[in-house]
């Protein structure tokens, strides 16, 4: 029940800026990409306590292999979805759309000061209350953490070239990829978790 609560609400955000504030399919995927960095870092300070709890060279080196995995998966990810937008939109600049994200305003506020820090906030409150307060570790396996987090990224990686593929013989909508996007989550853990 709380995972999918979560999924809804890291949803109904994207949505929200779509349809109601104006937002490109471009600015939530870079909002998309901000928060995976935020998760891949609060997973490696979940890694450290974990560590640092329960010791272990096997735990060290099960974080180093995993973690390099999940940096492959999540570099690969911004490639393909990189190229997609290139080949999407012929003029892009992601220096031009970057700067945009940051200087874009909302009530007379830079979203980039509001949007950047409540990313961050956001996960770092699931790992004070989610992991530390209940003290997850000092139950919590390394490998299982690492092997579910990288089953994920490369979950999304093979969509991402997916629609990679897709979009090399169709144009594909905003629309399209922003309900891709938010339905992935749902995807994933009604089908595919379920499956393995």
């Known amino acids: 029940m709380k995972r999918n609560s979560q999924i809804i609400a890291e949803g109904l955000f994207p949505l929200l800026g779509f349809y109601f504030w104006d937002w490109s399919w471009y600015f939530i995927l870079l909002f998309y990409i901000l928060d995976v960095f935020a998760k891949e870092v609060i997973l490696h300070l979940q890694s450290r306590k974990i560590y ?3 010791g272990g060279e096997i735990t ?28 999407k939109q012929s003029d892009f600049s992601l ?12 009530w007379g506020v830079k979203q980039g000061l509001i949007l950047v820090p409540l990313v961050f906030l956001n996960v770092w409150m699931q790992y004070k209350l989610g992991f530390l307060k209940p003290k997850q570790h ?9 092997q579910t987090h990288v089953q994920y990224r490369f979950f999304i990686m ?32 009604k089908l595919i978790k379920k499956s393995v």
Not at 63 to 75: D, M, P, Q, R, V
Not at 95 to 106: G, I, L, P, R
Not at 138 to 146: E, G, N, R
Not at 170 to 184: E, K, R, T
Request: a neutral charge; glycine letters at 4%.
């Open 158 to 189: 093979s969509l991402a070239a997916i629609a990679l593929g897709i979009s090399a013989l169709f144009v594909m909508g905003d629309q399209i990829l922003l309900w891709g996007a938010v339905l992935a989550p749902v995807v994933y853990l």
């Open 138 to 146: 000092l139950t919590t396996k390394m490998s299982q953490m690492w």
């Open 95 to 106: 220096f031009q759309e970057f700067s945009a994200f940051m200087n874009h305003e909302e």
């Open 60 to 87: 060290v080196k099960t974080w180093k292999n995993l973690g390099f995995k999940s940096l492959i998966a999540n570099t690969l990810t911004l490639a393909l979805l990189h190229i997609m937008q290139f080949m």
């Open 52 to 54: 640092q709890t329960q």
